[in-house]
């Protein structure tokens, strides 16, 4: 084994020499180069992508608030309609009832004049008013009759069945009626 015999170093110094790694260590430096920009492309692009996202969070609850506030001033207009339209409401019930009331007030004030005539019809005799009612027919046939110049006479039994007709010279005839 000669090749034992030779020192180490000049064994690596000449195993270095056949390989030629200048070139392999160039390409390895220009990966580390290349691998170090785009470490920071990412982190510069990571960055842009955070700071985005913070400005279109920002405008997220600007826009938020402003419909939230749109919101309560739109329930506050219609709050206020609300109470309009309820407080018209509540004048025309008040209007209502107190024509209802005064519409009672004057039912209530018929009803008892009603209940006294009923009472003071109740206590008379039925029979009496309706001879009196006709008894005052018959003297209103009468006076008409007499007005024309014609006078009845009565046959005695309650009836009517003669009617003189008076002439102006005043003259009488007898007439069977």
Known sequence: MVLLDEAPEKLINEVLSNFNISSDMQSLSRINE???SIADMRTKTLDDSRNLLRALSRRMEIAKQSMEASVVAAAKAEHGQNMLRLD???FSLAKNINELESSSHHLEGQLARLKEELESVDGEDAMQTAMMEAEDGTL???????SLGIDIQEDGAGGYNKAVIRKSS????GDEG
Request: net charge positive; proline share 0%; glycine share 0%.
């Open 170 to 173: 005043k003259e009488s005839y």
């Open 88 to 90: 018209r409401e509540k």
């Open 34 to 36: 290349s691998l170090s």
């Open 140 to 146: 209103l046939k009468l006076k008409v009759f007499r």
